[in-house]
Each structure stands twice: as C-alpha cells, then as structure tokens.
C-alpha cells in the first residue's frame, strides 16, 4: 500500500514549516504531486490520440490517392474507348 505523502514528511528538524526547516525536507503540497501524476497521464493520452489521428490521416491520405488513382486509370481507359468511336461519329457526320 502506498504512504500517504504529507508536506515536510522527512523533515529532521522538527519545523512547522519550510521557511523553518533548515534540513532540506521536501515541502511541495501533496496536491501538486497528484496534479504532475495527472498531468502526465493526460499527456501521454494526448500523444496516443495524436498518434491515431496522424495514423488516420495517412491511411484516408493512401485511400483516397488508391481511389483517385483508381478513377483515373478508368477514364484513361474510357476514353481510349470512347474518342476513337467519337471521332469516328464525328467523320461519319460531316460526311453526310
């Protein structure tokens, strides 16, 4: 189980508090001990959802260029079809 910490816990001079104590004793307020600890693990989530989201926009990035790729390759292929049989429409009417 885990000591509950108390400002100027280690303190061997016996002061009342830091501006007495001439041992050196630690006597930051446990609050902001539990403030860093939570600090800290905000931190940490921050950086996995930054770390998602980065991942995210890569992968949408690779779909959407595949998909854009993909469109593409199928016009170039419909045209190839398409502007021979429309240059020939075209030469059938100016014929007539």
């Not at 004793?25 to 693990?41: I, M, N």
């Not at 998602?52 to 016009?75: M, P, S, W």
Request: hydrophobic letters at 40%.
């Amino acid at each position: 189980m885990k000591d509950k910490y108390t400002p100027g816990q280690d303190c061997c001079c016996h002061a009342y508090s830091e501006s007495e104590c001439g041992c050196d004793a630690d006597w930051t307020p446990s609050e902001v001990y539990e403030l860093r600890e939570k600090l800290a693990a905000e931190r940490a989530l921050a950086d996995r959802l930054h770390g998602a989201l980065d991942a995210l926009d890569y992968n949408l990035a690779f779909a959407g260029n595949t998909l854009i790729g993909g469109l593409r390759e199928r016009v170039t292929a419909m045209r190839a079809i398409a502007l021979p049989a429309i240059e020939a429409w075209k030469e059938a009417r100016s014929e007539v």
